[in-house]
Every structure is written in C-alpha cells, then in structure tokens.
C-alpha cells in the first residue's frame, strides 16, 4: 500500500488497467462455458422438449445474455475512467499542447463512465439480490433495500461501495463533479487551473480500483454459478430489446458521407461556436473583474460562457472522430482500428463524448432559459423545463425556439440515445462490427445536426447576455 501511494496516479491506473488480461480471459471461459452448454442444448435438447419448454430455455439464455453483457459493459466504463484518469495526468504535463483535449476533458469524461459504471453495478446486483425494481431503479434506493440483505451484505459490492460513499467521499464528490458537468454549472470553473482537480482525479482512480475488485468478484461468480432467470424481470425495461434499423441507419448515413455533408456542417458549428467564444473575449476587460472571486455575478457570466465552452468540445470531439475515421479509410483499417492512446479510444469514444456534452448543454440552457424568462425552475432539466410551458408563453420568441427545437427529432433522438447509453446498455457494444459502424455513424450526424439546430436559440441567449454581460440588470429586477 506505501509503494503504491509513491506511485505516480497514472501510473496506480495503468497497474490496474494491467489486470484485464487476466480478467479477459476469464471473460472468455465463461462466455466459452455458455457457447458450449448452448450447443448442447440446440443439438440434444430442442428437438425433444415442448413449445412452453422451449420458450423456457430461450428466456434464460437472453437472461444470462444480458446479465453478462451488463457486467462487460462495467468492466468498459471501469477501463475507460482509469485511462482518463491516466490521461487527466499526461494532460497536465502537456497543458501548453492545444492541438488536443485538455486534462479536465479527460477528468469530465471519468466521472461520466465511473457514474455510469455504478449504475450498471446496481442494476446487475438488484436483479441477483433480488430487488423489487418497482420500489425505485437509482443507485441509492437499490443500495438501500440491498443493505437490509444479509447475503449483500457479504459481497464486495457493499463492501467497495460503503468505504467509497460511507466512510470517504470518493463517491459523493465524483457525483457532485458529473451533476454539475451534465446538469448545471460545470464544476472546474470553481478552480483557478486544471491542477487544481487532483483530488477528483484521485476519487475517480479510487472508484475505478473498486469497480475492478467488484468486476472479478461478478465474473468469479458467473464461472461457478447459473443464475435462474427471474420471471418477474422485465428486460425491456432495461433497454435490451433495442435494435437498429439498417434500412434508416443507410439512408441518412450514405448521403451525409458521399455528399460531405457530415464535415461541412461541423466546420459551419465550428464558425459560429468560434464566433461566440471570441465574442467573450472581446469584453473580457468589462467582466474579469468581476470573476475574481466566485459570487452570483461571476455565477452568471460563467453560466453563459459555460454553455458555449461545452458546445465547443462536443463539436471538436465529432471533427476529432470524423478525422479519425478518414485515416482509417484511408489506411484501409476497420473504424475501430485507430485508437489514440489507450484501447477503445476510437471514434465512438469521441462521439459518445460528443453526445454526452451536447445533452448536457440543453439542460445548462434551461437553466439560462429560466435567467432571462423568469419561467421554470432553476433547477429543471431542458425536458422538464419546456413540458411546464403554457401557450401563452410562447409569445416570447425565446420561449418559441427552444420549444420548437425540444419538438424536433434530432433532440428527441438525441435525448433517448443518452438515456439509453448512460442508464442502460451501449447497444453498439453488441452488435456485427458493421452494424456498430453504421450506427456510431448515424449518432455522430444526429449529434452534429443537434449542435446545428441549437444555433438559434444560442444566438437569442447571447444576444440578451452581451446586452447584460455581468448580470446588472437581472440584479436590479
């Protein structure tokens, strides 16, 4: 334990990152135990067993399907964060680099997969302790009714997640991190410099080194153990009867790349993004002093800078994964193929960072939606936010557009892609290489023509902002 709080943090992430070899072959044999045994089943069994039977059967192997898939994807978010952690270190040594994405990228991105990983974590210890997910799905409320189970309490899971949210605060505080980030004031900007989130990045190293000691506990228990479909579980509750539709995925997909279509509306966001980024700039002499120290008017100007900041790393991480997939076409690789850094570090890890971003954005503009409306709550979510608008709220033109935009079907996509992506299953971890490819393709247009569509009602908020840049009238109301 000495040795290892001397070790450099990313250097603590890569020893454990080191486990998955081993962990992935014992993947690997109890995915080959379950192939072998579903085997035997369609060669000695299905052609002696009843329709009742047989529906039996298929329902326990989709169960043991999902369960499994459920713990690979935990173990992907717990990689992931350790690389990110890993990379929030190499980050700050190169902080002069602009030419890629900053440490706190990297940090943000980490508490988002370790969050997501413990939501994974609870849904798969809910369904073999046997939760009644009629009482609640969040993490806290299965953690509760589990607790009162002796049999839970003697697992690893209660054991990693009581010191990480009981006896620390590694858990609250990444929790704080990622809600600010997602859902209201990103948290960095109540730090002067990125070196300052060290004891984040910390909590995140933290919860990862646990969720690797709950992975090995689970895949032990998945190489000895059946585990009998619980009748009363419904897996499309859960996300796991999504599918794809190849025939939409290849309409849209087709045109945006041969007609270029995809890039020329990434570089026509860039300009506009850029556009309003140097609009800050230009009266920061005005409202610098006003951010020397963290007060509700330095709340408000970053309110508004925060929005643009966030749109402008999810543009970048779509041109970084489009650059990506242009190399790879031209070295004649599969998309996947090309990865920066760290395994699964490929396009889709910057279009999923994209999507998160861009979601996270329409809830920070419903709370700038509440600032200069006075309507919905300051704490609403963009959804939440635009369902509480009457029609005769409406005549505001502000109001209007974003009402409108929470109409189309790129933010209704968007939206349920998130959903399904941070609570459930990332479907494309799943699917044929080339059903992944088409569908990771799909999202990045959908995402960039989301960053699109949001120009208006950006351009509506700045144009209130840059009349009121530190807040002064909204005080005097």
């Known amino acids: 334990m000495e040795k290892q709080k001397k070790m450099k943090l990313d250097q603590r992430c890569l020893e454990i990152i080191n486990r998955n070899e081993s962990l992935n072959s014992?993947?690997?044999?109890?995915?080959?135990?379950?192939?072998?045994?579903?085997?035997?089943?369609?060669i000695k069994i299905l052609s002696t067993i009843s329709k009742k039977q047989k529906e039996h059967f298929e329902l326990q192997w989709l169960f043991f399907a999902y369960l499994f898939s459920l713990l690979e994807d935990i173990h992907r978010y717990s990689y992931l964060a350790l690389c990110e952690v890993a990379l929030y270190e190499k980050r700050l040594e190169e902080k002069e680099d602009r030419?890629?994405?900053?440490?706190?990228?990297?940090l943000s991105n980490a508490s988002v997969h370790i969050i997501g990983a413990w939501e994974r974590t609870f849904r798969l210890s809910g369904i073999l302790y046997g939760h009644d997910f009629t009482k609640g799905t969040q993490i806290k409320k299965i953690y509760q009714e589990l607790k009162k189970k002796d049999e839970f309490k003697d697992t690893e899971v209660f054991l990693q997640f009581k010191k990480l949210r009981e006896d620390s605060n590694h858990l609250p505080d990444i929790e704080d991190f990622r809600k600010g980030n997602d859902h209201g004031l990103s948290s960095h900007v109540k730090f002067e410099k990125d070196d300052d989130?060290?004891?984040l990045a910390n909590s995140?190293?933290?919860?990862?080194?646990?969720?690797?000691?709950?992975?090995?506990?689970?895949?032990?228990?998945?190489?000895n153990e059946c585990f009998l479909r619980r009748s009363e579980i419904d897996l499309r509750n859960f996300g796991w009867d999504l599918k794809i539709d190849p025939a939409k995925l290849d309409a849209i997909t087709s045109i945006e790349f041969k007609r270029e279509l995809l890039p020329a509306r990434i570089h026509r966001c860039r300009e506009y993004i850029t556009g309003y980024i140097n609009a800050f700039l230009a009266i920061a002499q005005k409202t610098g002093p006003f951010l020397t120290k963290y007060d509700e008017n330095s709340i408000y100007i970053l309110q508004h800078s925060d929005v643009i900041w966030r749109l402008s790393e999810a543009n970048n991480s779509l041109g970084y994964a489009y650059s990506l997939m242009t190399k790879a076409v031209k070295k004649?690789?599969?998309?996947?193929?090309?990865?920066?850094?760290?395994r699964n570090m490929d396009y889709a890890y910057y279009i999923e960072s994209a999507i998160s971003r861009i979601y996270s954005v329409y809830d920070k503009i419903a709370i700038l939606l509440h600032i200069h409306t006075g309507e919905g709550g300051r704490s609403n979510t963009?959804?939440?936010?635009i369902k509480r608008i009457t029609d005769e709220n409406l005549k505001n033109e502000l109001l209007a557009i974003a009402?409108?935009?929470?109409?189309?079907e790129e933010y209704q996509e968007l939206n349920q892609l998130r959903q399904i992506n941070f609570h459930y299953i990332v479907k494309?971890?799943?699917?044929?290489i080339v059903d992944r490819e088409w569908s990771h393709s799909y999202n990045m247009v959908m995402a960039s023509k989301n960053i699109e569509i949001l120009e208006p009602l950006i351009t509506k908020i700045m144009d209130y902002y840059l009349d009121d840049p530190v807040g002064m009238k909204m005080n005097n109301q």
């Open 26 to 42: 014992l993947f690997d044999e109890v995915s080959a135990i379950h192939k072998e045994a579903e085997e035997h089943y369609k």
């Open 99 to 106: 030419s890629f994405f900053s440490s706190r990228y990297f």
């Open 197 to 199: 989130l060290k004891k």
């Open 204 to 223: 995140c190293y933290e919860n990862g080194r646990a969720l690797y000691e709950i992975i090995q506990f689970y895949i032990f228990r998945f190489q």
């Open 332 to 342: 004649n690789k599969e998309l996947n193929e090309l990865e920066i850094y760290y």
């Open 382 to 385: 963009f959804e939440q936010f």
């Open 403 to 408: 009402k409108n935009i929470f109409e189309r």
């Open 428 to 432: 494309e971890n799943f699917i044929h």
